[in-house]
């Protein structure tokens, strides 16, 4: 009698509205990501590699299809769902639809197993380093398949991270977008020794960031009450507290977003992590993660702390000088392809977080265009990388691509056409996109510090223009590397970055016109 009592004086609680139709794309990619887990489980060896590729393309498709529909008749204020956590906005929808077209290149170099027979991956994960298969057993082991499923749920966190609304969703999709990463950084199944200290390095500083994202979260509960990022700009436009919480949790929250984006000094796992990591998984997150981190850092600084920019604008002027300088500084001393173009991100980071901080409209779609523009312009670029071989797998020494231009004339110059894309050379997306963030900054005041980024600019297309020279105005070492042929995939990946890197630098106007459709939704 008495447990009917209490249950008749408990207040009910009513389950949170849902909008299934503005969150079907990321509930679509994690739904795939968890069949994909059961291919594992229950499919034969030889039947997973297919399986997986076909459910993931056509999860990708599907969540594109489910975005275009919602996106043509979304609110133009965005919506907010599942009890205020997502916040499903027009700035969202441009990174879901980025995030998707990106993934679609990144799972087509990761499914190929023709430049690399049995695929870039390693066959079993607890393979030693040092071990040399012949190619029966690497055709008889295939490859770890496991990576499709990985993907999906990084791309599905990344997804979250995007349209989140408040803090601790963030934390929790920062987590299932990192995650993976640190393990499919771990599987190439080329040396086996400097893929594993990579994904141990990103894990450990990994786990560093998250620890700073997760003590700010907790001071700025500390300071609002709440971790959703309107009641914390609502407690810091009118409060009479102490400002030591808010500056401080945002100092540290700022911490993780920086090391997610490869900002400078946040920057240290980039090379090591770029030039271990399987390649498909270095394309990946070079143009995937990065706009995970941007998006997630553009909602915060203007939802949460658009009221308080100047207190905090001149530090974050500081850490894009630093981020700048050390990737076109840095830049120029490396000797590795793959570790050169990490640098080139963390100089990219820099140039991103001066439009990042400009907190208008053009800012905001300048950076949504310029991170469409790297990403696809990345993508491709390790997409070739991949293709320049020897016996030891990929030849990613400088000294390898000496005349490569003779060797492969088509290779070089679409590897050129990429490198001047980087370089922000006209009639590249790279123009567009270093055009449009620092016209955005210029309009908010910060004519000094674009100043300054052109001139890291400048520096930094030194480097890409030695590589240049060194494919067409060197000779072809006798017994050096050669170029492979890519199989299908890789073609369509690669086919695909350079279209977009040259349709976006010459008839941008569409993707700017989606950039600038609205802004974030603020409830």
């Known amino acids: 009698m008495n447990v009917y009592l209490v249950q008749q004086q408990v207040e009910r609680i009513d389950a949170p509205a849902i909008d299934w139709a503005a969150i079907l794309p990321m509930v679509i990619i994690l739904g795939a990501a968890c069949i994909g887990v059961l291919f594992e489980a229950f499919l034969p060896k030889p039947q997973r590699w297919p399986g997986q590729v076909v459910l993931s393309l056509a999860a990708l498709a599907a969540a594109g299809i489910a975005l275009g529909a919602y996106a043509g008749d979304a ?3 965005g919506i907010t769902t599942l009890s205020g956590t997502l916040s499903v906005d027009r700035p ?18 990761i499914a190929d197993r023709s430049v690399e027979p049995g695929g870039a991956f390693v066959a079993q994960a607890g393979i030693a380093p040092g071990t040399v298969q012949d190619r029966a057993q690497v055709r008889s082991t295939g490859m770890q398949t496991e990576v499709f499923p990985l993907a999906l749920f990084a791309l599905g966190g990344m997804m979250a991270f995007c349209a989140a609304n408040d803090l601790l969703t963030m934390f929790i999709a920062l987590e299932v977008l990192s995650l993976p990463l640190y393990l499919m950084c771990g599987l190439a199944r080329r040396r086996r020794l400097l893929s594993q200290e990579s994904a141990v390095k990103y894990f450990l500083l990994g786990a560093f960031a998250s620890a700073f994202f997760l003590y700010g979260l907790a001071m700025l509960y500390g300071y609002a009450g709440s971790v959703r990022l309107a009641d914390i700009a609502n407690a810091s436009a009118g409060t009479d507290r102490s400002d030591t919480l808010l500056f401080a949790g945002l100092g540290l929250l700022m911490v993780g977003l920086l090391f997610k984006g490869s900002v400078g000094p946040f920057h240290t796992w980039t090379p090591d ?24 850092m553009l909602r915060v600084l203007t939802v949460a702390f658009e009221a308080t920019s100047w207190e905090w604008r001149g530090v974050l002027w500081a850490v894009a000088i630093v981020s700048m300088a050390i990737g076109a500084v840095l830049g120029l001393t490396q000797t590795d392809v793959k570790r050169m173009i990490a640098y080139s991100s963390i100089a990219h980071a820099g140039f991103l977080l001066v439009g990042t901080m400009a907190l208008t409209d053009d800012g905001l779609s300048g950076t949504l265009f310029y991170l469409l523009a790297y990403g696809f312009t990345t993508l491709a670029a390790f997409g070739v990388i991949s293709l320049v071989r020897d016996s030891s797998g990929e030849a990613t020494h400088l000294s390898a691509w000496a005349g490569l231009a003779k ?21 590249t997306s790279g123009f567009v996109g270093k055009f449009v963030v620092f016209s955005a900054a210029l309009s908010d005041g910060m004519a000094p510090l674009v100043v300054i980024a052109l001139v890291f600019s400048a520096v930094a297309a ?62």
Request: net charge neutral; hydrophobic share 60%.
């Open 92 to 109: 969202a929808l441009f990174l879901w639809g980025t995030l998707l077209a990106l993934a679609v290149a990144a799972l087509l170099l």
């Open 407 to 427: 060797r492969s004339p088509l290779l070089a110059a679409v590897f050129t056409f990429l490198l001047l894309a980087l370089a922000g050379i006209p009639l």
């Open 273 to 296: 992590v770029y030039q271990g990591a399987p390649t498909p998984i270095t394309a990946f997150m070079a143009a995937c993660t990065k706009v995970a981190a941007f998006g997630g």
């Open 75 to 77: 609110p133009e204020r």
């Open 462 to 523: 030194f480097f890409y223009l030695r590589v240049v020279v060194l494919m067409y105005f060197s000779e072809p070492a006798p017994e050096g590397p050669t170029v492979s042929v890519p199989g299908a995939f890789t073609t369509a990946a690669i086919t695909l970055g350079v279209v977009v890197t040259l349709l976006l630098g010459v008839l941008p106007a569409f993707a700017l016109d989606w950039a600038g459709a609205g802004g974030f939704a603020l409830g």
